[in-house]
């Protein structure tokens, strides 16, 4: 189906609508990270992070899920708008990638002594990114539209069969090699108003990626119809 | 002896579209038993796509190409035995003998005792002497018709040829339509593409230029090379 | 049944001829491995790190990174002459061209790690002789993952522009199970500690190669088909 200026302009909308949710609830996320749940015993402020960074990169790997999901659709449906959406979810999910690579350490060094750390978390946003990275780079050397959509499809259902394999050698490994355990992905019995900060964190960084996707999704709708009307 | 049976090969409303050019537009062609269709066009006109959608080397953007009443989409491989396709490119491995290449072909199509069946097409081809030379080293000539014997070794039922005149000197054009005419003679059917006229003239069943994608002229029998050659100029001017 | 077979093997028949012929991959990837082996043996220094902590990560990075060179060679072939087309053209099955591409990756890449391994053996003054059927064993069950992966994707590479580049771009993530795998059972294999502390990470290799095979196989068409 050929895209619309009108129509594009319509899923824009949407976009911009969800993303200013996604923000707004973020702000309060924050808000009460920061001031109304109180501090964790062990690990202190640094603790904090975790509202964000957990849904986020809960978020970074829903991005690359739906790249996979999505290509297989494409690959049986061959339709182009399920190429723009996956290529959308690709470059959201490369962003937020590289803020969590970027925000991670900055706020850990100080705490943490050290810029890095292979815990589960980093490690695999670290290989998503690499995923995200490949299949833009794929992406742009290819010129012919549908032999791009094909090939992006290709390397999309590939990374996201991967990614439990990163889980699986990451879990063995660190079973394997206990260490003492910087950030505390997630404790057996949170506190109510960590738990609700926590899901609220997941609910806002959903909304956000939802709405950079469709945002995203919609401006190259546009951008192909603006080049349609010029032919 | 040409049969009046089910055509051999149809096309209906075949498109390809690259980004957003349209390629091919919806082009119909049929191929039965005997006929060799001759499809001429100005460079770009979406020759050698069509031909390459009728081999089911490109998936058509829509439409469909039925082979001895098979969709040519079907999973079964076996749907695509009937084709052979000879190209610009020779489908040969440089480095590897001639009769190595067609060996080769011949275990891909499961054809019996493949060295054998590799010495007995380079024959009908006189290239017999060069089998064990390596395909790097064989003139251009001789490549193509290395080429031509590894395209007809299968016995395909429908040949479609990608400007196979071109750069070839009588004697081997002579050659190629000799072959054309032998296999109309015996119920097969082809598709040429092709620029040169006058070689395609005698042999072609049917007639059909294309422009820009779409199909302007059809006809069959072809008319006079001298009735048909203003109204193709005129074609090109527009 | 018979056929996919007989089609598979001419296709790993023919590029083993060829290669054999050229020897343009293997002795490229064998010179790297040299090199490699040699640059991290002076790299390093033996009173801070003991060779036996460093040795298998070297191992395996060096096949690594050699497999991948071997890889970019194995469409390339396909590339001149178009003949990946004469394939497609044939009534052949997709999935026995890559099985066929498949077998001959593993045959090379494996020729590869075979001269590397004596060369580390030499270098690092590793004993292996004792865990070697162990060892070998682990060569094929981590090698069969990657260069499976690898030989959809150089098929995809091959058709871009700085496809050398690409390859190990796109490759690179999906080493890291097989990897780490790897690294750990070496470590453990040279350590001589018992297989029940191997066995956990044997599984993932093993589930690693069934899972990419079969989605290799399964995906190879939408690769190749226009």
Known sequence: MKPTISGSRGIIKWGLALTALGLAAMVIVYVLALVYTPFEVRQGAAQKIFYVHVPAAWSAMMAFTIVGLVSILYLWLRDERLDAFAASSAEVGLVFSVIMLTTGPIWGKPIWGTWWTWDARLTLTLILFLLFLGYMTLRSAIHDPAERARFSAVVGIMGMVLVPFIHLSVYLFRTLHPKPIVLKASAPSLPPVMLRTLLLGFLAASVLYLGFVVLRYGLARHAVAERDEEN | MPRADAPLLEAHGLERRFGNTRAVRGVDVTVGSGDLVAVFGPNGAGKTTLLRMLGGLVRPTSGQVVVKGRDLKSTDPEVRRPIGLLSHQSFLYDDLTASENLAFAARIYGLAEPPAAALEALADVGLEHKAHEPVRSLSRGMVQRVALARALMAHPEILLLDEPFTGLDAPAARHIQDVLARRRSEGHGAVVVSHQFAEVWDIASHMVVMIEGAVVMRESPPPSLGAFLPEYESWLRE | ?226
């Open chain 3, 1 to 226: 049944m018979s056929s996919w077979l007989r089609v598979a093997a001419a296709v790993a028949g023919k590029d083993i001829v060829i290669e054999v012929r050229t020897k343009t991959a293997i002795l490229s990837a064998v010179v790297f491995a040299a090199l490699v082996l040699i640059v991290f043996n002076f790299a390093r220094d033996a009173s801070l790190v003991s060779t036996t902590e460093l040795a298998p990560s070297v191992l395996w990075i060096t096949f690594a990174f050699a497999g991948m060179i071997t890889l970019n060679r194995g469409f390339n072939l396909e590339k001149e002459n178009a003949a990946l087309e004469g394939l497609l053209l044939a009534p052949v099955p997709r999935s026995a061209i890559y099985v066929g591409k498949l077998i001959s990756n593993l045959a090379f890449v494996g020729m590869v790690e075979a001269v590397a391994l004596p060369l580390f053996v030499l270098f690092f003054n590793v004993p292996v002789w004792g865990v070697l059927p162990g060892l070998l064993g682990l060569m094929v069950l981590a090698t069969i993952g990657f260069v499976a992966v690898g030989t959809v994707f150089s098929a995809m590479t091959v058709r871009t522009r700085f496809s050398e580049l690409m390859l190990p771009m796109l490759l690179l993530p999906f080493m890291v199970p097989p990897l780490i795998g790897a690294v750990q059972t070496t470590t453990r294999l040279l350590a001589g500690r018992p297989l029940s502390e191997m066995i956990g990470w044997l599984r993932i290799l093993a589930l690693y190669d069934v899972v990419f095979i079969t989605l290799c196989v399964l995906i190879f068409p939408a690769v190749v088909d226009e």
